[in-house]
């Protein structure tokens, strides 16, 4: 598989994730929808990496996809959005792993604050990787 196909691979499932994600949401499953916000994102990071000319590390931690784009692209701003929402990307991170092992309840409202940061920094790396 070519990094263009990889790339376009990666873009298509984090879409598909992030559609789940609202599904997920309209049915009341917020734990399953936070799960599907995160693996949405880190598709998506793992993407974005690809897309501004780096291979991606085998690592499940947004913040850590989040640190290495902004160095490869230079773009300070990804900096300050990882900074800002490092709570809330910790918790997608922290969903990665308790998803599998410890039974993790969220409200709606814990959903749509982590669902309004994943599109804020989709929005901003859209934007920022050339």
């Given at each position: 598989?070519s990094?263009?196909e990889?790339?376009?691979?990666?873009?298509?499932?984090?879409?598909?994730?992030?559609?789940?994600?609202?599904?997920?949401?309209?049915?009341?499953?917020?734990?399953?929808?936070?799960?599907?916000?995160?693996?949405?994102?880190?598709?998506?990071?793992?993407?974005?990496?690809?897309?501004?000319?780096?291979?991606?590390?085998?690592?499940?931690?947004?913040?850590?996809?989040l640190?290495?784009?902004?160095?490869?692209?230079?773009?300070?701003?990804?900096?300050?959005?990882?900074?800002?929402?490092?709570?809330?990307?910790?918790?997608?991170?922290?969903?990665?792993?308790?998803?599998?092992?410890?039974?993790?309840?969220?409200?709606?409202?814990?959903?749509?604050?982590?669902?309004?940061?994943?599109?804020?920094?989709?929005?901003?790396?859209?934007?920022?990787?050339?």
């Open positions: 598989m990094k263009y990889e790339y376009n691979a990666l873009l298509r499932r984090s879409s598909g994730f992030y559609e789940t994600a609202r599904m997920q949401a309209e049915a009341g499953m917020y734990d399953l929808a936070v799960f599907s916000l995160e693996q949405s994102l880190q598709l998506f990071l793992k993407a974005n990496l690809l897309r501004a000319g780096s291979d991606y590390p085998r690592t499940h931690s947004v913040r850590r996809l640190e290495l784009l902004a160095e490869v692209t230079g773009r300070e701003e990804l900096r300050h959005i990882a900074s800002r929402y490092s709570v809330e990307l910790g918790s997608l991170e922290d969903t990665y792993i308790t998803s599998r092992c410890v039974p993790r309840v969220y409200a709606r409202e814990e959903f749509e604050r982590l669902h309004k940061v994943v599109d804020e920094v989709m929005a901003l790396v859209s934007g920022s990787v050339r």
